[in-house]
Nanobody, 122 residues
Framework: QVQLVASGGGLVQAGGSLRLSCAASGRTFRNYAVGWFRQAPGKERVFVAAIRWSGGSAAYEDSLKGRFTISRDNAKNTVYLQMNSLKPDDTAVYYC???????????????WGQGTQVTVSS
């Protein structure tokens, strides 16, 4: 079993920043990469970024490169998503997931965190 707890969401003005955290636990969590996804109201859940627990592999949805940065702290078993220059279109519930495999279309996952709301005001 793997448990993922997402946190760090909130209300921010356009142009501001937030850092989301995804704390992982369980016997096998290091067997999975961790991905961030988001779901805006009335839209499907979409891939944002992913990272492995070892090595330098990270991946991003192309349109978010340069504004969003994914990182990890292995000592804290936590993956972060730093979001800068936020826009109202970034408003969504952000979820972290334990990914099966690595690579697009990023649709294979075994576990989800509970989601954290990010609201960007104009």
């Amino acid at each position: 079993q793997v448990q993922l707890v997402a946190s760090g969401g909130g209300l921010v003005q356009a142009g501001g920043s937030l850092r989301l955290s995804c704390a992982a636990s369980g016997r096998t969590f290091r067997n999975y990469a961790v991905g961030w996804f988001r779901q805006a109201p009335g839209k499907e859940r979409v891939f944002v970024a992913a990272i492995r627990w070892s090595g330098g592999s990270a991946a991003y949805e192309d349109s978010l490169k340069g504004r969003f940065t994914i990182s990890r702290d292995n000592a804290k078993n936590t993956v972060y998503l730093q979001m800068n220059s936020l826009k109202p279109d970034d408003t969504a519930v952000y979820y972290c997931a334990a990914l099966v495999g690595w690579g697009p279309p990023w649709t294979l996952y075994d576990y989800w965190g509970q989601g954290t709301q990010v609201t960007v005001s104009s």
